[in-house]
């Protein structure tokens, strides 16, 4: 990895008095952030090139009104690249669409740079930026999420330069992708919802860097396991026509090179390739030179992984496919805020952090919500092994966006796939969510599939909710069910994902961003509850939806966020809420089970059956109804002829499901088990859709027996407590969910009636 130059440039004036702003909350790592050169790690790890210079620090800054031109003096400094509102810029106030931000530094350039030309780079700066270097203007940038960059050689003077850069940020007041900000008080405060504090201006690293006059400016790389090679488009500036060598090697031993046109596909071959998957995210090494005929004029570094994704059917059911390979993918919602850098981590180890938190509580995936980080965090993500669902970020909610806005989102979004299309974890881009500022979903999603062929595409995740409409199209359909995990069926064409569910809500005294303010979809009054709830949920998709056909889960969410109080981990990152070693063999549990799944549960249809508890010390007792409502008795060869028909059932197929069951009384032909305010009892069928559902129970494995599943509240379970049945769940805070001998409880074993 290339290392920064350092002392190129001149500190402003007053940068030493600068001090950040207290944050609301501190991080581990809010006080290890240096007041000069924060986030010094090369930004861009997939294109990588030794001399470099890094102009993250503290920058002269000053607001004016939108229409301003440059003002006369920066009377304030800013720790670059954290936004104006974070307490780490050393600013820390609202931006509204009525401002702009203004930015100065001055740099001198290495003298060992001479003969190449300068670049100026930004990783990402939101949203509206134009950059000016010794007065003149050298390029301006409309998008938050994507990186640029302008050739400034001809405006440097030899010694002491100057570059200013303004930025104008309306956020959901304009038209372009914002995501979760609002413009809000920076400061805590109640309220906000799902919607967080706005990120101005520059978030990611600025930097300089030498270049050739012809040189690459990207490598697009896309293994291909059918044939074992390594198929890589060389893009360069000025190198029309040039050759392009790639090698690929591991350890410093090449495994395979070719040479091609620059702009064109190079077949690079990988023999015997060691694949890459989130157990093994093995990454090879990747240069790729520019040659005028036989002499290197450039060159650049990167890595690769080798892996394929796609959808194929396994055993029936349409499924994503790692390698070739079905492997369920169980994974957080990520949306990357950070008390005290808002859009930016502190450092490098912590953005680090979160994707290590994945790993550390078993999850395999993480899909990064309606934001786009910078390349060191998809490295890591590469590095660690976590497969990636991207989201574009959206536009404002409850608008239908002008033709500009359309125009300006798909270009952007253009550009985000072509900066982080190599990255190997990076599996599936999501086009939309929920319907926020929805449009041309399937046009979109079949463009996007054009594009990047490689990857998998949502068109909406979400299509069940809050008035989103489904293009049909894509590799996915995505539901979102709160707190789920709920029933999402795989089609003909497309698998069946659940893009959102869970949001389990535990505030930590001490830990919380407003105290008294944060909410969650379902609080749990302690620690305890709320282990046993997630880790109910994900046995609740192993058991239930996995077989029925889901294979992915998303988890809402990896840490809190502002007043959303539903994360594994707090905020401030300074608490893991839920045991981590349960959370983690509860995930392991699911991903094997999708690697060797378990022969599907079948009952025998249109015959009578007894259902015996297996709960150790109460083996005689069987499954019956009395005065209508579900019991469980001890019934005996001498127990009389109405309690031994109480206790038949004839197993029928779902009233409400076809691949379910129903359980009619023996005694009682036309009535059904079925379960009402959690009770359980026997009612006659009302023909309704609600009481077919309520009456249908699925059925899976369970030792010793078998487990009967609600067919619209999937996780929940038939279940007996002090003699009474009920619907239980794992986790739930009723007295009949209560944890003790609960599989025990919710497991039958399938007998010969009493009443045959």
Not at 141 to 166: C, E, M, W
Not at 596 to 623: E, M
Not at 684 to 702: I, M, P, Q, R, Y
Request: with cysteine.
């Amino acid at each position: 990895m290339a290392t920064a130059l350092v002392g190129i440039g001149t500190a402003p004036a007053g940068a030493a008095s600068w001090t950040p702003k207290p944050a609301p909350m501190t991080t581990p790592w809010t006080n290890q952030v240096p007041v000069d050169k924060p986030l010094p790690e090369y930004p861009r790890p997939q294109l990588t090139r030794p001399d470099w210079a890094n102009l993250n620090g503290i920058w002269d800054f000053a607001v004016t009104g939108r229409d301003a031109g440059q003002p006369a003096s920066f009377t304030d400094q800013i720790r670059v690249p954290f936004v104006a509102e974070s307490a780490l810029s050393g600013i820390q106030r609202k931006i509204t669409e009525n401002d702009k931000l203004w930015y100065k530094r001055t740099f001198t350039v290495p003298s060992d740079w001479n003969g190449r030309r300068v670049e100026l780079n930004f990783g990402a700066s939101d949203w509206q930026t134009t950059v000016w270097v010794n007065g003149t203007q050298v390029g301006a940038h409309k998008g938050g999420y994507d990186s640029f960059g302008y050739d400034i050689t001809p405006q440097l003077n030899g010694g002491t330069n100057a570059v200013v850069v303004s930025v104008y940020d309306p956020t959901q007041t304009g038209g372009q992708a914002v995501g979760k900000q609002r413009i809000n008080d920076v400061r805590p405060h109640d309220g906000g919802g799902i919607f967080y504090t706005a990120a101005s201006g520059i978030w990611q690293t600025v930097w300089l860097e030498p270049v050739a006059a012809a040189h690459i400016t990207r490598l697009d790389m896309t293994p291909n396991l059918g044939d074992s090679t390594l198929r890589v488009k060389v893009q360069g500036a000025s190198a029309s026509g040039r050759s392009a060598r790639v090698t690929v090697s591991s350890g410093g031993t090449v495994v395979g090179t070719a040479t091609g046109t620059v702009g064109s596909e190079i077949s690079v071959p990988v023999p015997n390739a060691r694949l890459w998957t989130p157990e093994d995210p093995f990454l090879y090494d990747v240069k790729a030179e520019l040659l005028d005929g036989s002499a290197v004029t450039d060159s650049a570094g990167g890595y690769t992984g080798m892996r394929s994704i796609a959808v194929a059917k396994v055993d029936g059911v349409l499924r994503p496919v790692l390698n070739g390979k079905f492997v369920f993918q169980t994974g957080t919602l990520d949306q990357g805020y950070w008390p005290d850098g808002i859009y930016t981590a502190p450092t490098d180890a912590a953005l680090r952090s979160d994707l290590q938190a994945h790993k550390d509580l078993g999850f395999n995936m993480v899909r990064k919500h309606i934001k786009v980080e910078p390349q060191r965090w998809f490295y890591w993500a590469d590095k660690l092994g976590l497969l990636v669902w991207q989201d574009m970020p959206a536009m404002d909610t409850g608008k239908s966006p002008d033709s500009a806005a359309r125009t300006q989102w798909e270009s952007e979004f253009h550009a985000i796939i072509d900066q982080h299309r190599s990255s190997p974890s990076l599996v599936m881009w999501v086009d939309q969510n929920e319907g926020w500022g929805q449009y041309d979903q399937a046009r979109i999603a079949n463009e996007v599939k054009t594009y990047d062929p490689s990857r998998l595409v949502n068109n909406m995740s979400g299509v069940n909710c809050c008035g989103s409409v489904d293009g049909g199209n894509g590799d996915v359909v995505d539901n979102h069910i709160y707190v789920g995990p709920g029933n999402t069926a795989p089609t003909a064409t497309r698998a069946a994902v659940l893009g959102e569910f869970g949001g389990l809500g535990y505030k930590v005294p001490g830990h919380e961003w407003f105290p008294g303010g944060g909410f969650s979809y379902e609080d749990q009054p302690s620690v305890s509850a709320l282990n046993n709830r997630f880790t109910g949920l994900l046995d609740s998709i192993r058991v239930g939806q996995l077989p029925a056909g889901l294979s992915a889960s998303v988890y809402t969410e990896i840490t809190d966020v502002e007043n959303e109080a539903n994360g594994l981990l707090t905020y401030d990152r300074q608490v893991v809420k839920v045991d981590t070693a349960r959370v983690k063999a509860a995930n392991q549990a699911l991903i094997d089970a999708s690697r060797n799944p378990a022969p599907p549960v079948t009952l025998p249809t249109g015959q009578y059956k007894s259902l015996r508890v297996t709960t150790p010390g109460y083996t005689d007792k069987y499954l019956r109804h009395q005065d209508a409502l579900a019991f469980t008795a001890v019934v005996g060869a001498g127990s009389d002829a109405v309690l031994r028909s109480d206790a038949t059932w004839k197993i029928v197929t779902g009233l409400g499901n076809s691949n379910c069951y129903s359980l009619e009384s023996r005694n009682y032909p036309g009535e059904y088990l079925r379960h009402q305010n959690f009770r359980v009892r026997r009612d006659a069928d009302d023909g309704s859709a609600l009481f077919k559902a309520d009456a249908t129970w699925c059925a899976v494995a369970g030792s010793g027996g078998v487990r009967l599943s609600s067919a619209n509240l999937p996780g929940s379970f038939l279940r007996h407590i002090d003699s009474e049945v009920w619907l239980a769940t794992p986790g739930g805070t009723h007295a009949w969910d209560n944890p003790a001998t609960f599989t025990e409880d919710t497991t039958w074993a399938v007998e010969a009636p009493w009443a045959p």
